[in-house]
């Protein structure tokens, strides 16, 4: 699996994975605890990486629910790192979508701001664009991007605003649903959509 995507989460790290093989992305889960989705190792954007596989997708985990069940891949360790991949835009760019509702599918998503927990749709994705459509700014100390009128957090840590500078550059934006928060006591419980890493042509 190649990681294609890197995000922050809790004490450790949260990672989009593309399988070659498939063809297809994969969201790997280290379940080292009930309450725990995150890894402590830190693997590298563009690697390959052999994992010791537990459940297949779907996931059929009673801890994983819908949408998440759709592309979490529940692994109980890595095993090897290989070589790196020179070119991941060519790797992913045959997924992707012109449009959010495209990846995620018509009139499921709420205020164009979060998807409804056990809704049965992907949970991850990529949008082609080009960085003279994309919008960002600072919300306190958070980034967030404006796109195709979808105003949306950015929790990749590999962020390059100097890079969507350039007007014309074409760009490949994973995006991913965040896990609901638990103590949320409105029903059903809310999956924000979030930009979780962005691919340069």
């Not at 985990?61 to 979490?72: E, G, I, K, T, Y």
């Not at 998503?109 to 979060?114: G, L, N």
């Not at 306190?140 to 962020?159: A, C, E, G, H, W």
């Not at 609901?180 to 999956?191: A, G, H, I, T, Y």
């Amino acid at each position: 699996m190649v990681i294609v995507a890197k995000t922050k989460m809790d004490g450790g790290y949260c990672y989009i994975g593309y399988d070659p093989v498939l063809k297809r992305l994969f969201r790997p889960v280290y379940r080292n605890s009930p309450c725990s989705w995150d890894w402590f190792f830190d693997f590298k954007i563009g690697f390959n990486y052999t994992f010791q596989v537990i459940s297949v997708f779907p996931c059929h985990s009673q801890l994983v629910q819908l949408p998440h069940a759709n592309d979490d891949l529940i692994v109980a360790s890595f095993v090897s790192e290989g070589k790196e991949e020179s070119n991941l835009f060519s790797l992913l760019e045959h997924m992707a979508k012109n449009s959010i509702e495209e990846i995620f599918g018509q009139n499921i998503i709420e205020q164009k701001q979060y998807i409804n927990l056990q809704t049965n749709c992907p949970s991850i994705g990529i949008l082609r664009c080009k960085s003279k459509d994309i919008t960002t700014y600072m919300n306190n100390t958070k980034i967030r991007m404006l796109i195709n009128s979808y105003d949306l957090p950015v929790t990749s840590i590999s962020f390059d605003l100097d890079k969507l500078a350039l007007e014309e550059k074409e760009v490949l934006l994973l995006i991913g649903l965040g896990r609901p928060w638990s103590k949320d006591e409105v029903q059903p419980l809310k999956c924000y959509l979030l930009v979780v890493g962005q691919i340069f042509k």
